[in-house]
T-cell receptor
């Protein structure tokens, strides 16, 4: 089944404790992206990657890191989480060649609470 | 700065038509997308416009006017399952860079 998977789905952590949210897609998509969603603010893009080893900042990259060493994986790293990073996080992927067609496919979301 | 505006909430009756407007002011423009998001779920793609005009896809249609910075999503023959949030998104100076509106919550009543 074609899908984008994220782990963990739910996470409670404390300020300053490094964490990684994994994202993996099995559709051989070139493009992957991370978003956070907060009430009243909609989806805001954190980072995106057009292909392996190519990453770019979205609108809210501060406090986050990403890497794209393999096509299928795009982990989101919070080196020192703070309470303002409490949010719902979505990973998404898309084929670049048909960028206008059914873009993007979203993962199920990761709900993060930073105490 | 970048700005994408859409109404916060709309209510309509089952079987009716609802039009969700989206206006945008961005530094560049490559394309406009509409997504549907049910409560507690991930967004799913609905439509894409890159040229002016109307794109029809079954009960859903989307319109774009680039000169006016304006789009709308038209939902026809509303069903209860159409109750969801509808997100307008624009790709701006890079194909990969997305700007989303805050979403319009559509409530369909019997």
């Amino acid at each position: 089944e074609a899908q984008v998977t994220q782990n963990p789905r739910y996470l409670i952590t404390v300020t300053g404790k490094k964490l990684t949210v994994t994202c993996s897609q099995n559709m051989n998509h070139e493009y992957m992206s991370w978003y956070r969603q907060d009430p009243g603010l909609g989806l805001r893009q954190i980072y995106y990657s057009m292909n392996v080893e190519v990453t770019d900042k979205g609108d809210v990259p501060e406090g986050y890191k990403v890497s794209r060493k393999e096509k299928r994986n795009f982990p989101l790293i919070l080196e020192s989480p703070s309470p303002n990073q409490t949010s719902l996080y979505f990973c998404a992927s898309s084929p670049l060649a048909g960028f206008s067609q059914e873009t993007q496919y979203f993962g199920p979301g990761t709900r993060l609470l930073v105490l | 700065g970048q700005n994408i505006d859409q109404p916060t909430e709309m209510t309509a009756t089952e079987g009716a038509i609802v039009q969700i407007n989206c206006t945008y002011q961005t530094s560049g423009f490559n394309g406009l997308f509409w997504y549907q998001q049910h409560a507690g779920e991930a967004p799913t793609f609905l439509s894409y416009n890159v040229l002016d005009g109307l794109e029809e896809k079954g009960r859903f249609s989307s319109f774009l006017s680039r000169s006016k910075g304006y789009s709308y999503l038209l939902l026809k023959e509303l069903q209860m399952k159409d109750s969801a949030s509808y997100l307008c998104a624009v790709t701006t100076d890079s194909w990969g860079k997305f700007q989303f509106g805050a979403g319009t919550q559509v409530v369909v009543t019997p």
